[in-house]
């Protein structure tokens, strides 16, 4: 079964300071995908970034990038210019392709953003 | 706004009382999903339906039941809660079961307190 390990159970970083976030995950498929769900207190999780497996490059979406390394089965989350509105809880999850949509979640990262 | 809406947000029951959690979605998404999430851990997948299709986790309590009566709307039920099953429920949707585009939409949770 895969499992997915987020090592951080809090991490802090000043307003407009460079963050990340740490992920690994444990599998013996070759085609999955990876994602960043964001979690604000008392709101809806979120998607942050997804990146597929086949890809070599690593997925971007404004502030957020990923440092995928598919051999060491590492994926990393980093928050660029950290802002107040990023505080929250952050889950790294696993989805095979072989697995439909089951999603398989890391036990989260709770981020602070100190003004 | 399109959007996965959960009801109540918060709900108290007593411990044996059996409750009933609602979710609805205005994605028109075939799929939808039950998770468990307790306190500062990761969510737990307990079922899935596929438009009128069930699927249960093989680790999923007979304790928790669910019913689609149609596409819009789908329900968790607790038959008889214990403390052990205080915890947030967070239902999801999905367009369809699998393929490269697919992510997942949350709802903003119900929190169960069981007394």
């Known amino acids: 079964a895969q499992t997915v390990t987020q090592s951080q159970p809090e991490m802090s970083v000043q307003e407009a300071e460079t963050v990340t976030l740490s992920c690994t995950y444990d599998?013996?498929?070759?085609?999955?995908?990876l994602f960043w769900y964001k979690q604000p207190p008392s709101r809806q999780m979120i998607l942050v970034i997804r990146q597929e497996a086949y890809k070599q490059q690593n997925a971007t979406e404004n502030r957020f990038s990923v440092n995928f390394q598919k051999a060491a089965k590492s994926f990393s989350l980093k928050i660029s210019d950290s802002q107040l509105g990023d505080a929250a809880m952050y889950f790294c999850a696993y989805r095979s392709e072989a697995a439909g949509n089951k999603l398989t979640f890391g036990g989260g990262t709770r981020v602070l953003v100190k003004p | 706004d399109a959007m996965v809406i959960q009801n109540p947000r918060y709900q108290v029951t007593q411990f044996g009382k059996p409750v009933t959690l609602s979710c609805s979605q205005t994605l028109n998404h075939n799929v939808m999903y039950w998770y468990q999430q307790k306190s500062s851990q990761a969510p737990k997948l307990l079922f899935h339906y596929y438009d009128k299709d069930f699927n249960n986790e093989a680790d999923t309590p007979d304790n928790f039941q669910s019913r689609r009566p149609n596409t819009s709307f789908c329900f968790l039920d607790i038959r008889s809660p214990g403390l052990g099953d205080a915890a947030m429920y967070l239902c999801a949707t999905s367009r369809e079961w699998g393929g490269r585009r697919e992510t997942q939409y949350f709802g903003p949770g119900t929190r169960l307190l069981v007394l």
């Open positions: 599998t013996s498929e070759s085609d999955y995908y």
